[in-house]
């Protein structure tokens, strides 16, 4: 029989037992030889829709205090998997998952609303974790203090809908929206100050590759905040139909 409800201190845990809360069912499959720093005995519970286990407090599985790890608790989708959600990029999955699915979040009318998705391995919290950490551009302590965001469409040629490890870059506020300038249409050019060499893009982020720069540096400088970077200069271009079309650099 299935129990349901909260259960004063009186009440006997036994193996076998099942109880229902929040995160589903789960059964009491093992009582363990040790004690938790309360004195309570350690018992493990099975969450039987997912399978999920974890060992536990008789109180807490009474009250119900108990996180099933797979179980789809954000926007119907998104779930941990085998780690915490007091996990610094916890937040920022959370938010992806919920403006691409929930239709009662803020931004969702930007992004679920027209199309845009999270592939099915990042609906996983620690496989998210796994491969962002891999993906260009990553560093801990720019993703922390929220100088890098995760950015969809730079490395994409056409509208990409999609988050994905394939599909993403991590990029400051800075060139993610000298990158979305581009996008609609905007070109500028670099000038090598040495010998007055012309090149023309769309994309800090291919410039700066190409001519081994620094994407951010690149930005600033067309944002009027530098003058020069590494021996370049940079400036938009407001008339295209001036550029020699094999300058073209799309």
């Known amino acids: 029989m299935t129990q349901k409800g909260v259960f004063n201190n ?13 995160y589903g069912k789960y059964e009491v499959i093992d009582r363990l030889n040790e004690h938790w720093g309360n004195g309570e005995r350690k018992f493990v ?25 797979f179980y789809k608790s ?6 941990l998997g085998n780690i915490s959600h007091k996990h610094f990029l916890y937040n920022r999955w959370r938010s992806m998952i919920s403006r691409c699915y929930s239709d009662t979040d803020k931004d969702y009318k930007n992004y679920g609303a027209k199309g845009i998705y999270v592939c099915d391995e990042w609906h996983c919290f620690e496989t998210y974790v796994k491969d962002v950490v891999k993906i260009e551009g990553y ?15 730079i490395l994409s040629d056409s509208d990409n809908k999609c988050y994905s490890p394939e599909t993403c870059i991590w990029v400051t506020s800075i060139v993610n929206n000298s990158e979305r300038l581009h996008r609609n249409g905007k070109y500028f050019e670099g000038t090598r100050i040495s ?8 994309s800090p982020i291919d410039f700066a590759r190409k001519y081994g720069l620094n994407n951010d540096l690149v930005s600033n400088c067309l944002r009027g905040n530098g003058k020069t970077h590494k021996g370049w200069k940079f400036s938009y271009i407001e ?12």
Do not use: M
């Open 239 to 250: 008339d295209i139909s001036l550029i020699d079309n094999n300058l073209l650099n799309i």
């Open 10 to 22: 009186n009440t006997k845990v036994k193996l076998g037992d099942t109880f229902e809360f929040n």
């Open 74 to 79: 954000v926007a119907g989708v998104g779930y």
């Open 45 to 69: 519970v099975r969450f039987i829709d997912t399978g999920y286990e974890v060992s536990t407090t008789p109180t807490n599985i009474k009250n119900g205090r108990i996180r099933d790890h």
């Open 139 to 153: 560093n801990e302590e720019k993703v922390k203090s929220k100088e890098l965001n995760l950015d969809k469409d």
């Open 195 to 202: 010998d007055g060499y012309k090149d023309i893009s769309k």
